[in-house]
């Protein structure tokens, strides 16, 4: 099978990817409270898609305040959910090999998660550049060969918000102290692409197919500006740290890269060898 060809565009997700996963704080979160590990994510991710408050704030469609937290509190909190992913947990533990899987109609309370003080530990994680895929994303910058974008599930923070400690939060990166800052250290994740697409302030977040036509349609305008030329689907590269939008990414026509928790690197070797490259020094390599 020959290889593709480099992709004319690259698009990427930003948290899990460009800067340290908020699933991290969501795992911590769980393991600190004795929440079985993945039941948080799976409650946001079940939604509902068209109602849950975690969907309707990537969209825009609600203000980030006390009301807000309250209804995601009822998301991480229907019984129904929680029961889903404890019998599925369940079964999963009590299924040996070659046992029939066994489980019971005990399911315990659903825990009591403190939605606001999870919110803000995860945006404050966010903060922090992923110390593998942010130079990697610089070194794509610096040759000049790619139209770069951003599409991203994001929240819109009304100016002046205190976070739960009562502290002002900032959006910016948090680059570590260096003798020698370099001019393109800024502290807005934006500068580092040619387009940047925030679902909460277009209205449309991943996987909705809408969000990926809105993407090549930027890209493909950006490419033709920049001299690249007219970009379509199958020439975008895309990474995203969740599987469904790489799903749906895929149906929409565009190459793709999973970048697992916690294991950025191997992604940037992938996109290395996908762009041609270099994007890993010698000594960062297997």
Not at 79 to 103: C, F, M, Q, V
Not at 112 to 137: E, G, H, Q
Not at 238 to 260: E, H, M, P, Q, Y
């Amino acid at each position: 099978m020959a290889a593709l060809p480099p992709p004319k565009a690259i698009l990427f997700d930003i948290g899990g990817v460009c800067v340290v996963s908020p699933f991290q704080a969501i795992l911590d979160y769980e393991i600190e409270n004795g929440i079985p590990v993945g039941y948080i994510n799976f409650a946001i991710q079940i939604g509902p898609h068209d109602s849950g408050a975690w969907q309707r704030v990537e969209r825009g469609e609600v203000d980030l305040d006390d009301e807000w937290f309250e209804e995601f509190r009822k998301q991480l909190s229907i019984r129904e959910h929680w029961a889903e992913y404890w019998r599925k947990t369940t079964l999963k533990r009590n299924s040996g090999a070659g046992a029939a899987p066994k489980t019971s109609d005990y399911v315990p309370a659903v825990p009591n998660i403190d939605a606001k003080k999870l919110f803000w530990r995860m945006m404050r994680i966010s903060r922090t550049p992923d110390p593998w895929m942010y130079p990697a994303l610089k070194k794509l910058r610096a040759s000049g060969r790619f139209v770069l974008g951003a599409l991203s599930n994001t929240v819109h923070f009304p100016t002046g918000i205190l976070d739960d400690e009562g502290v002002l939060f900032e959006r910016g990166l948090l680059h570590p102290p260096h003798p020698h800052p370099h001019a393109d250290d800024s502290s807005n994740i934006q500068d580092a692409f040619d387009i940047f697409i925030s679902s909460a302030h277009v209205g449309v977040r991943k996987p909705d197919p809408g969000a990926y036509e809105l993407a090549v349609r930027e890209l493909n305008r950006v490419g033709k500006e920049k001299g690249i030329g007219g970009v379509e689907a199958g020439e975008v590269l895309f990474l995203d740290d969740i599987g469904v939008n790489l799903k749906w990414a895929k149906r929409s026509g565009l190459r793709t890269i999973k970048v697992d928790l916690g294991r950025t690197r191997e992604a940037v070797l992938e996109l290395e060898g996908q762009t041609g490259v270099r994007l890993v020094e010698e000594k960062g390599r297997l």
